[in-house]
T-cell receptor, first 110, second 113 residues
Framework: GQQLNQSPQSMFIQEGEDVSMNCTSSSIFNTWLWYKQDPGEGPVLLIA?????ELTSNGRLTAQFGITRKDSFLNISASIPSDVGIYFCAGGRAGNMLTFGGGTRLMVKP | EPEVTQTPSHQVTQMGQEVILRCVPISNHLYFYWYRQILGQKVEFLVSFYNNEISEKSEIFDDQFSVERPDGSNFTLKIRSTKLEDSAMYFC???????????FGPGTRLTVT
């Protein structure tokens, strides 16, 4: 089946730092979505990307749809404590299943 | 803001028992999905449903699973004879036709003992 490789698997952040994570796939997707999941809750949609090369922002979040349609990255600028959680990328095609990456766990440096 | 709701939030059942997980998708959405997430792992697709029929299903969605839209608002997932390995979070999601953005419910935690 289709696989999305998401990296890093986990990272520590200090408040104010910028954060970057990415997903790559061997398959082409029509859309890339980024979700955030807090413990015990469902994934919450952050950003949706529709076109190859598209760069989209949502507040401090910026995501890009790779030119090859096989990758995407998510940047978080000036991180704050409530940014901690698990971030998932997901590739999809209209009306059909989403394929999720393995997640990036964001934690706060002690 | 409209949201997907799921009940119950937590279901404990004994192995071999039937369970029904319930979802109320966003009211004007036309595509419905079930996903599951085993503790600590990624979200996995189970099944998609459109126009009152299954449009796609994964290898996980075997004969023990079924879905139904019994009325205009509910969307259910039934597991006929639960196994220990069915223990997971089950998420319902819905999609408005013509776009790609699936919105997820808060999940039902299923624990099979």
């Amino acid at each position: 089946g289709q696989q999305l490789n998401q990296s890093p698997q986990s990272m520590f952040i200090q408040e104010g730092e910028d954060v970057s994570m990415n997903c790559t796939s061997s398959s082409i997707f029509n859309t890339w979505l980024w979700y955030k999941q807090d413990p015990g809750e469902g994934p919450v949609l952050l950003i949706a990307l529709y076109k190859a090369g598209e760069l989209t922002s949502n507040g401090r979040l910026t995501a890009q749809f790779g030119i090859t349609r096989k990758d995407s990255f998510l940047n978080i600028s000036a991180s704050i404590p409530s940014d901690v959680g698990i971030y998932f990328c997901a590739g999809g095609r209209a009306g059909n299943m989403l394929t999720f990456g393995g997640g990036t766990r964001l934690m706060v440096k002690p | 803001e409209p949201e997907v709701t799921q009940t119950p939030s937590h279901q404990v059942t004994q192995m071999g028992q039937e369970v029904i997980l319930r979802c109320v998708p966003i009211s004007n959405h036309l595509y419905f999905y079930w996903y599951r997430q085993i503790l600590g792992q990624k979200v996995e697709f189970l099944v998609s449903f459109y126009n009152n029929e299954i449009s796609e299903k994964s290898e996980i969605f075997d004969d023990q699973f079924s879905v139904e839209r019994p009325d205009g608002s509910n969307f259910t997932l039934k597991i006929r004879s639960t196994k220990l390995e069915d223990s997971a979070m089950y998420f319902c999601a819905s999609l408005l036709s013509g776009i790609y953005e699936q919105y997820f419910g808060p999940g039902t935690r299923l624990t099979v003992t």
